[in-house]
């Protein structure tokens, strides 16, 4: 496992599962921890400094999210990117997402104009940088902006959880060429619908972008599964 710095004592139980749980997600995410790696808790709670207890409620937060398999009498395991979950996670993904940029394009306000933006500013620094690791919570955070706005934490909850099995292809998609650059253009044509109160307009900008997303994924999911049966046969 990759080395992570232990939490600081004053740290309630709370704010240490929250961190455990952010910094394990962020290394499935990148793939520091690899589909089908062991996530052994006393290992896991020595690496942090904390004792079993965050560690245990930050994997079950990431097996809710569908990110690691729990085995009774096994142990807890990473994973794999499942391409039927993925499927349905972005037909689920795309009837939220776009009807939530609808219905925000109706009562979006200039200080919600100015956030978009200002994420768009800072996407754009990130590609410069060749921070893709940035650039993908900038993503999220874009995403998460429009469904703070509806103020429906039921919806933004259930696209957090679709989001979750998403993660590690979005990511490693985000460094195919151009790719970065076609995300940033896709979020700014979303911007764009979104100031000019057009709702139908937004939301077919919005459902562009996640058909674009999927199908890359798609994409990739079926050619890595595709290299795996022919090293299998070798």
């Known amino acids: 496992m990759t080395r992570s710095l232990p939490l600081p004592e004053s740290s309630n139980e709370h704010s240490k599962s929250e961190r455990v749980y952010r910094d394990l997600r962020r290394r499935i995410r990148q793939m520091d921890l690899q589909p089908g790696s062991r996530l052994r808790k006393n290992e896991i709670a020595v690496e942090y400094g904390v004792s079993r207890a965050p560690v245990s409620e930050a994997i079950a937060r990431l097996a809710e999210e569908g990110l690691v398999d729990v085995f009774p009498q096994s ?46 500013k ?12 940035l650039l993908d919570d900038l993503d999220e ?8 706005a509806l103020k429906s934490p039921r919806a933004k909850r ?16 985000l460094h195919r060429v151009g ?3 076609d995300t940033l253009t896709e979020h700014s044509r979303i911007v764009d619908a ?16 996640i058909t674009t997303v999927a199908h890359i994924i798609e994409n990739d999911v079926a050619q890595t599964e595709k290299e795996t049966r022919l090293k299998s046969v070798k």
Do not use: W, Y
């Open 75 to 120: 142990g807890s395991f990473v994973a794999p990117i499942r391409p039927d979950q993925i499927r349905e996670c972005f037909l689920i993904r795309t009837g939220l997402e776009v009807e939530a940029v609808r219905r925000v394009t109706q009562q979006a306000d200039a200080k919600f104009m100015e956030q978009l933006d200002e994420n768009l």
């Open 194 to 209: 979104i100031r000019t109160g057009d709702v139908e307009l937004a939301g077919a900008a919005m459902r562009l972008h």
């Open 141 to 148: 955070a874009f995403h998460a902006t429009i469904f703070l």
């Open 179 to 181: 790719r970065a650059d």
């Open 158 to 173: 259930l696209i957090d959880v679709t989001r979750a099995v998403l993660d590690r292809p979005r990511f490693h998609s």
């Open 122 to 133: 800072s996407q754009a620094a990130a590609i410069r940088d060749n921070n893709m690791e």
